[in-house]
């Protein structure tokens, strides 16, 4: 692929206190785009200054949300070296959102190239703390002037880059999930297992249900008999109960998290008992009472291993592990992180340079 890039003569000032980035409110000073036509395919790839971008108002993304995105990162290591993080399972994560959006496939190497091109000419601005990294949005939209219901024949691919911090403003200290029993997020068949747009616009009622509550994320039910465990708004969830490791298997509701493959694949290699199964709030409410829930947590790439302290359903609260990181939850987000930042060897093959 060739990438023309085009610096900027205007560099913006970098964040001075890196303990106060937040999440996703900083931008660096470039961005990548590439446009999509049909006949021509992806062309115009180009590394340009961040800058906003003009679409027409009947722009077809606006009307009936043909939009997908991916969220991964960059770390920097002790010795200033910057490096991925399984970079090429989001780019397969992205075709197959683009599958069931009916979005034209990208290559997976043109969007390597795309994202080592992008972050080269903005590695300044991968940050050097402890903890925060440049979070990067890949997304394509559609972009024809049209308000007829139909995929796209024109398209925009851009990379987008963010320096951050936790997610989560408690840091690695445990968060408090209501389970949402009203409203539902996904079913099977429908596009639970995609990142789109649409995915997050039909989890806001809930969050802010949960906000109202003090509680800042939502556990979802599966949409069929609201039994049954899915994922929180953004991040996938594990129980340790009575020594094992369980979470919801994929069936095409939840997203298939990068993260929760690599926890699941470390869990096994340690030798622990792990299952991908369906597990009802019930089951989880009686090993509570019977004292065999011993940890809960989250997993993501914006959250990496949140461990939740508080699980609200219905009337009942559980506290969790007494409100604080259990031996699990610990032992994998000091290996993750580990890893993600160079402070442990890549003995999985997960680590990409940039
Ligand atoms: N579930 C949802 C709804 C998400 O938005 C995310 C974040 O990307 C995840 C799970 C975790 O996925 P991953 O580990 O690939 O970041
Ligand atoms: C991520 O973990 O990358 C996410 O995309 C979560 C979110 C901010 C939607």
Redesign the pocket.
């Known amino acids: 692929m060739n990438i023309r890039i085009e610096k900027t003569t205007c560099p913006k000032a970098k964040p001075v206190d890196e303990s106060q980035l937040g999440f996703g409110k900083v931008f660096t000073d470039h961005m990548f785009i590439m446009e999509y036509d049909t006949g021509m395919g992806w062309h115009d790839a180009r590394v340009v200054p961040y800058q906003e971008i003009s679409l027409s108002p009947a722009a077809m993304v606006f009307h009936y949300g043909q939009e997908i995105f991916e969220?991964m990162k960059a770390y920097r290591t002790p010795d200033g070296e910057i490096q991925f993080f399984r970079p090429e399972e989001n780019f397969k994560r992205l075709n197959q959102s683009a599958e069931r959006l009916v979005i034209p496939e990208l290559p997976v190497e043109d969007a390597l190239e795309a994202l080592h091109a992008l972050v080269e000419v903005d590695k300044d601005w991968v940050p050097h703390n402890d903890g925060a990294s440049l979070y990067i949005r890949p997304f394509i939209i559609a972009v024809d002037p049209f308000l007829g219901v139909r995929p796209g024949d024109k398209y925009l691919f851009m990379i987008i880059l963010s320096p951050s911090g936790a997610?989560y403003s408690t840091g690695l200290n445990p968060v408090d999930i209501y389970v949402e029993t009203n409203y539902v997020r996904a079913v099977k068949g429908g596009m639970g297992y995609t990142k789109t747009g649409g995915n997050?616009a039909a989890s806001l009622a809930g969050q802010d249900e949960a906000h109202k509550q003090n509680y800042s994320q939502v556990l979802w039910l599966d949409g069929v008999e609201r039994k049954y465990i899915e994922e929180v708004g953004?991040m996938n969830i594990m129980f340790v109960i009575d020594g094992e490791v369980v979470t919801p298997e994929l069936q095409g509701s939840i997203l298939p998290g990068i993260t929760r493959k690599s926890v699941l694949e470390l869990c096994r290699k340690w030798g622990m008992k792990v299952s991908e199964r369906r597990i009802t709030i019930q089951e989880i409410s009686d090993a509570y009472d019977a004292g065999k829930l011993q940890e809960v947590f989250g997993t993501?790439?914006?959250?990496v291993i949140s461990p939740v302290g508080h699980l609200k359903w219905g009337d009942k609260v559980m506290e969790i592990n007494g409100n604080k990181i259990g031996e699990i939850s610990q032992k994998l987000y000091d290996t993750m992180t580990g890893m993600q930042y160079g402070r442990l060897p890549d003995d999985m093959g997960w680590i990409v340079k940039l």
Request: proline share 0%; glycine share 24%; no cysteine.
């Open positions: 969220g997610y997050y953004a993501g790439t914006a959250a």
